[in-house]
């Protein structure tokens, strides 16, 4: 498999800035002008990409209100699922125009489909990229039918084992398709810190050598930078104009001015990452002077030996190494030497006592 995949001639992996995804979900409210102003807010914000949800209720569900479709326990509770997709979907004849829209802003526009007629839908708008779902990561057909198009793919992978994990990418393979990158993800909606388990990530880099990123639905910016800083060369979270304008998914999502704070929290990250280094960067050049070196700390006469006495490591750091220490003890000064002289082996005659 290919550890770097491309979106619209961004390339995504190891080594490339975080690709930052924005997802608008159901936080439009069923407002198409509510929609264009997600967009344009997460450009200001910073993301790389809005990622849209491609359904309606029947391409989800049937509508029936028995015990098995009724939602317990989640933060929809109460609702049936056919209720709950009827609110939350996207109306598909907005999607062209809000994809002209970012693509104007210079965004990346894509979604995630949750049938084949969402694919055929989103492959006649000549979307770049594809998202799959937690929920869908195990409808194999469904994988192989997005694969077939030929265009990346991004999947998360709660809930899935590593053995489903591995499934869904041979399922996606045996198309041909090579452009894949898998999402960490909790599938809990909001998630707490604790089940995040970000250690995840670079084991599935490792294990299965694509590109890994986060989606997260945790409270606060503070878990994606981790991510970064663990491998995760993608983000996606959920953008809504204000958690006060009620939405199925607001009470998960980050407003405008935090998901600014979380971009720039990651591009810092990245920048702190840099490579293996040690030994004195450019940037230190100027504290080498707070490094301890060797000093005369008292007057010393021609002939005199050097001792504890009169040669101590203090700081600044002119002098000889620390470590030279024991190799000047007990050799005699070539020259009177005054109290606060750097001592070099210039200073230092050759014989001991």
């Not at 869904?168 to 388990?197: D, F, H, M, V, W």
């Not at 990123?213 to 409270?219: I, K, M």
Request: aromatic share 8%; with cysteine; charged share 20%.
């Amino acid at each position: 498999m290919a550890d770097v995949i491309e979106i619209s001639g961004r390339r995504i992996g190891s080594g490339y800035p975080t690709y930052i995804i924005a997802e608008m979900s159901a936080n439009h409210n069923q407002d198409f002008n509510q929609a264009v102003k997600i967009i344009e807010a997460a450009k200001e914000a910073g993301a790389d990409a809005i990622k849209l949800q491609t359904y309606t209720p029947d391409t989800m569900t049937i509508d029936c209100d028995n015990q098995y479709f009724e939602i317990k326990g989640t933060l929809w509770g109460g609702y049936t699922l056919y209720d709950l997709y009827r609110e939350a979907y996207t109306p598909w004849e907005w999607q062209p125009k809000l994809k002209a829209v970012a693509n104007e802003l210079g965004l990346d526009f894509f979604s995630t489909p949750f049938d084949c007629s969402a694919v055929d839908f989103l492959e006649s708008m000549e979307v770049p990229a594809y998202k799959v779902a937690s929920f869908e990561n195990s409808d194999l057909q469904l994988l192989k039918y997005i694969a077939q198009t030929g265009k990346p793919i991004i999947m998360s992978n709660g809930m899935a084992t590593l053995a489903e994990i591995d499934e869904a990418i041979r399922t996606i393979r045996l198309t041909g398709n090579i452009q894949l990158a898998l999402l960490k993800c909790t599938s809990a909606y909001p998630s707490p810190p604790e089940a995040i388990n970000l250690r995840t990530i670079p084991h599935l880099a490792q294990t299965f050598g694509l590109p890994v990123g986060l989606s997260d639905h945790t409270l606060g910016v503070t878990v994606p930078a981790a991510a970064v800083s663990l491998g995760a060369c993608l983000v996606e979270k959920h953008f809504t104009l204000s958690r006060s304008i009620p939405g199925p998914d607001c009470a998960f999502s980050l407003e405008p001015s935090e998901f600014k704070t979380m971009v720039a929290a990651v591009r810092v990250t990245e920048k702190a990452l840099g490579k293996v280094q040690y030994g004195k960067t450019e940037e230190e050049q100027d504290s080498s002077v707070f490094r301890r070196s060797l000093f005369v700390v008292r007057n010393i006469r021609a002939g005199e030996p050097f001792t504890t006495e009169n040669v101590r490591s203090i700081r600044p750091g002119y002098g000889l190494p620390p470590r030279c220490l024991d190799q000047i003890l007990g050799r005699r000064a070539d020259n009177d030497i005054e109290r606060g002289t750097p001592l070099t082996w210039a200073l230092v005659g050759m014989e001991k006592l």
